[in-house]
């Protein structure tokens, strides 16, 4: 399999050892294979990386804290006992409230499964391999979680706000739009650098998709095709739809007030 390397995405060491490994050059920045093919496991994290894992188990840990409060806590409140639907929450069919339950349900979900998988991570019985996926997999998570927090914080101040404070709430959407869509980096680095124009003249839609040969199992492909330049677009898909859900909830507040 290909031996991918889980550092700091855009360091220019890594973006071209992984561009030689995308387009199968003969070469690497060592005079290397760029493919390595290797039978043991990943590397083991170093004192390092076990520091960035308690740091990420912390911060996982904090978003879905936070997240399970907002989810109990509504902008709005609840109806009343003496009303019909006692109990729910009041402004439940505004769009706003639906995009604040979607967003509080993902982050606290990404933080909770990433917690998971960094305590699998760090832990020594676990063989080194598997925790080195482990936290390759939180190390994506975590930022989602972190992500649609900020989107659940914006629609919950929407809700709170109310029309009255309309340029406020317009505000409040775009620094939360500014803070998705700039704050983590490698979000538009294949988009900066040009790597996809790059890698389809040099290996075509293969390169894209990293499969070059065909696999010779299932977890093969899937660790192909998720360390390819195609799916760096994941990380960039959730902030775009926070951000469109943003524009939507200011328009039908605008036009459509009851929404």
């Given at each position: 399999?290909?031996?991918?390397?889980?550092?700091?995405?855009?360091?220019?060491?890594?973006?071209?050892?992984n561009?030689?490994?995308?387009?199968?050059?003969?070469?690497?920045?060592?005079?290397?294979?760029?493919?390595?093919?290797?039978?043991?496991?990943?590397?083991?994290l170093?004192?390092?990386?076990?520091?960035?894992?308690?740091?990420?188990?912390?911060?996982?840990?904090?978003?879905?804290?936070?997240?399970?409060?907002?989810?109990?806590?509504?902008?709005?409140?609840?109806?009343?006992?003496?009303?019909?639907?006692?109990?729910?929450?009041?402004?439940?069919?505004?769009?706003?409230?639906?995009?604040?339950?979607?967003?509080?349900?993902?982050?606290?979900?990404?933080?909770?499964?990433?917690?998971s998988?960094l305590?699998?991570?760090?832990?020594?019985?676990?063989?080194?391999?598997?925790?080195?996926?482990?936290?390759?997999?939180?190390?994506?998570?975590?930022?989602?979680?972190?992500?649609?927090?900020?989107?659940?914080?914006?629609?919950g101040?929407?809700?709170?706000?109310?029309?009255?404070?309309?340029?406020?709430?317009?505000?409040?959407?775009?620094?939360?739009?500014?803070?998705?869509?700039?704050?983590?980096?490698?979000?538009?680095?294949?988009?900066?650098?040009?790597?996809?124009?790059?890698?389809?003249?040099?290996?075509?839609?293969?390169?894209?998709?990293?499969?070059?040969?065909?696999?010779?199992?299932?977890?093969?492909?899937?660790?192909?095709?998720?360390?390819?330049?195609?799916?760096?677009?994941?990380?960039?898909?959730?902030?775009?739809?926070?951000?469109?859900?943003?524009?939507?909830?200011?328009?039908?507040?605008?036009?459509?007030?009851?929404?």
């Amino acid at each position: 399999m290909l031996l991918y390397y889980p550092f700091f995405s855009q360091d220019p060491r890594v973006l071209v050892q992984n561009c030689l490994c995308w387009v199968r050059a003969p070469l690497s920045l060592n005079h290397r294979a760029a493919h390595i093919i290797v039978d043991e496991p990943a590397p083991a994290l170093d004192d390092e990386e076990d520091y960035m894992t308690r740091n990420g188990t912390i911060g996982s840990v904090l978003i879905a804290t936070v997240a399970f409060a907002a989810a109990f806590t509504v902008p709005g409140g609840f109806i009343a006992d003496d009303r019909p639907h006692a109990g729910t929450a009041i402004l439940a069919s505004r769009f706003a409230f639906r995009a604040f339950v979607v967003t509080d349900t993902m982050a606290f979900l990404c933080s909770i499964v990433a917690t998971s998988f960094l305590i699998y991570g760090s832990a020594k019985e676990i063989p080194r391999g598997h925790r080195w996926w482990y936290s390759l997999l939180a190390s994506g998570l975590v930022p989602w979680g972190a992500q649609f927090l900020i989107g659940t914080f914006a629609l919950g101040f929407h809700l709170v706000l109310g029309s009255a404070n309309r340029g406020l709430v317009i505000f409040v959407y775009m620094v939360a739009s500014a803070a998705v869509l700039f704050c983590f980096p490698g979000i538009w680095g294949p988009f900066c650098l040009g790597l996809w124009k790059t890698i389809w003249r040099r290996a075509g839609w293969r390169g894209l998709i990293n499969v070059h040969d065909r696999p010779s199992s299932l977890l093969e492909f899937l660790e192909s095709l998720f360390t390819g330049p195609l799916m760096d677009i994941r990380r960039t898909l959730f902030p775009v739809l926070i951000s469109v859900t943003f524009v939507v909830a200011i328009e039908l507040d605008i036009y459509m007030p009851r929404q």
